[in-house]
């Protein structure tokens, strides 16, 4: 019997070979927000090595929206012209090619992770890592030492939302087949999410149903834009983990909304509203985050993906199996290991995955007999 792990996942009118996910893993490796050959080979491993879906990493809808100067952009059709290629490649060797469309909001303009991942410095700025004017909710930074955002007045939400619309409308000529609204880690969507970084008294602030306002324009304006066969994902940070922060109970409430507007997986991360790391403020341990999943995918009604510390196979066919989630998005093990699919099928012992490409599968074979002859 074929693992539920390997099994196919018909989402609208598309169909995944199987329902392994490479997660949005942000390199900040971009020029100018323009992908490169190192992109490509990157997320191209990843389609070779058997995900049924690949997310290229937060990418920007608008130059201000960059987490870094680093990151990946969409805010031109040269942009999404550059990322095309790899859309191709990544369907050409089996995978959905999946776009996660981010702004970044008060956490923007902030130093690569291996510079920092703080505020800007001097240094940084020596090396030609400028900081640019930045928007969140309110004109309160994230921390002390941060750049302050630009409170957003109505004119600049509308701009971002027709950014995201347009961010959409370019990966779909890309070719990308799912598209994802980020709305989790700390990021402008988050920002007004969260009352910890929504202070606002206006419409898109105060109760719930102000601070979701902003996250649901934007998700039915990509919706709208986003052809009605392809999937849509939202990625939410299930919770703060902070004190005051946004609780698990308004992720449950948020998802019931959002399916109603027509998105089709609740992405279950959390965090990143205090601190640059996304889920730094939350405990952790193997599959922290599947409790979200499973709750939002029992109580809204709605799929889940399910992404955290989840390490092989076994582990990750229990989450399934159990109910919990209905995708599983692997992110750091995929790193050191983009052939995770494949050796998550061979633990699980699922022969009908066990075809390599081509151009290793005659290599593997021959070793296979080598060893088989050093063993008798």
């Excluded at 995929?334 to 012992?349: Q, S």
Aim: hydrophobic letters at 45%; one cysteine or more.
């Amino acid at each position: 019997m074929t693992p539920m792990l390997f099994s196919p996942i018909q989402l609208r009118n598309v169909t995944a070979r199987n329902r392994v996910v490479m997660s949005p893993m942000c390199t900040y490796s971009a020029d100018n927000g323009m992908v490169s050959d190192w992109h490509f080979a990157h997320l191209g491993k990843f389609a070779l090595g058997g995900s049924g879906i690949v997310f290229v990493e937060a990418t920007a809808v608008e130059a201000r929206g960059r987490i870094t100067h680093g990151d990946v952009g969409i805010w031109s059709d040269a942009h999404g012209q550059a990322l095309g290629r790899i859309a191709v490649f990544l369907k050409a060797h089996g995978a959905l090619p999946a776009l996660q469309l981010a702004h970044a909001g008060r956490k923007a303009s902030m130093a690569r992770p291996w510079f920092g991942n703080s505020a800007l410095t001097a240094e940084d700025i020596a090396r030609g890592d400028t900081p640019w004017e930045i928007v969140g909710p309110c004109a309160e930074p994230m921390e002390s030492g941060w750049l302050c955002p630009k409170a957003m007045d109505r004119g600049d939400i509308d701009t971002v939302i027709k950014a995201f619309v347009a961010g959409a409308k370019r990966g779909l000529a890309a070719g990308f087949e799912i598209a994802e609204v980020h709305g989790a880690h700390g990021y402008l969507i988050s920002n007004f999410l969260s009352p910890i970084s929504n202070k606002r008294t206006d419409g898109y602030g105060g109760d719930l149903a102000g601070r979701m306002r902003f996250a649901l324009e934007v998700t039915e304006a990509v919706r709208a834009a986003w052809p009605a066969d392809k999937p849509l994902f939202f990625r939410a940070s299930s919770v703060d983990g902070v004190d005051g922060g946004w609780q698990l109970d308004d992720t449950v409430e948020l998802a019931r909304a959002l399916k109603a507007r027509g998105v089709d997986v609740i992405d279950c991360s959390s965090g990143g509203v205090a601190g640059s790391a996304t889920a730094g403020a939350v405990p952790r341990g193997l599959g922290f985050q599947v409790p979200y999943a499973a709750r939002v995918r029992r109580e809204a009604g709605v799929m889940t993906q399910a992404v955290g510390l989840i390490l092989d196979g076994p582990q990750a066919e229990a989450i399934l199996q159990a109910g919990d989630a209905d995708l599983i998005a692997i992110g750091r093990e995929a790193l050191v290991d983009p052939f995770w699919a494949r050796h998550a099928a061979k633990a699980l012992g699922d022969d009908s995955f066990a075809d390599w490409p081509q151009q290793y599968g005659w290599w593997l074979e021959r070793r296979a007999r080598v060893l088989a002859k050093m063993q008798r």
